[in-house]
Nanobody, 121 residues
Framework: QVQLVESGGGLVQAGGSLRVACVAS????????MGWYRQVPGKQRELVAG???????NYADSVKGRFTISRDNTKNTVYLQMNNLKPEDTAVYYC???????????????WGKGTLVTVSS
């Protein structure tokens, strides 16, 4: 059983910073891409940032220069450092990973349950 668990969300004032983390656990052979998505009520979930297993990162235009994604492959963990937060960054942030689980011959897509980030003006 593979699961992703996020942590680190919360309430912060505009201009502040937060770091969220996501740990993948369970019967894991290897992890390919990992990333962060966010969703607000009534809107589609959108990609915020992603990273390959080699560390190549990509970002949504709206967060470039403010957010940084990183991962620790020894800990099966991906982080999202969010600086200069804006009220429009308020959303539930979801962790996503493409994982080869033990006993499976193809990678599968896994999601965390999400962590709420609220930015007050």
């Amino acid at each position: 059983q593979v699961q992703l668990v996020e942590s680190g969300g919360g309430l912060v004032q505009a201009g502040g910073s937060l770091r969220v983390a996501c740990v993948a656990s369970g019967s894991i052979s290897s992890i390919n891409d990992m990333g962060w998505y966010r969703q607000v009520p009534g809107k589609q979930r959108e990609l915020v940032a992603g990273t390959t297993s080699g560390g190549t990162a990509n970002y949504a235009d709206s967060v470039k220069g403010r957010f940084t994604i990183s991962r620790d492959n020894t800990k099966n963990t991906v982080y999202l450092q969010m600086n200069n937060l804006k009220p429009e960054d308020t959303a539930v942030y979801y962790c996503h990973a493409e994982i080869f689980a033990v006993g499976f011959f193809s990678r599968r897509s896994y999601w965390g349950k999400g962590t709420l980030v609220t930015v007050s003006s």
